[in-house]
C-alpha cells in the first residue's frame, strides 16, 4: 500500500465542510498547528511495538 503526503491543510477544510463547521481564516493555522501536534503524538504511540501474545485487559489493575 503507498502511503500519500497527508495534507493538513486539505484535512482540516475537508472536516470543517464535513461537520458544517466554519473555521474563521484568523483561526485557521492554530487549527493547523495544533492537528500536527496531534499527529505527531499519535505517530509516537502508534509506532510503539506491541508483543502478539498482549491481551486487551477490560480492567486496568495496576
Known sequence: M???E???GEYVDLM?????LEIK????DGV???FE???AIANQVNSFPLPEEIEV???FEP
Open 2 to 4: 503507498r502511503r500519500e
Open 6 to 8: 497527508f495534507d493538513v
Open 16 to 20: 470543517g465542510l464535513l461537520l458544517d
Open 25 to 28: 481564516d484568523e483561526y485557521r
Open 32 to 34: 493547523m498547528v495544533n
Open 37 to 39: 501536534r496531534i499527529m
Open 57 to 59: 485487559a477490560p480492567v
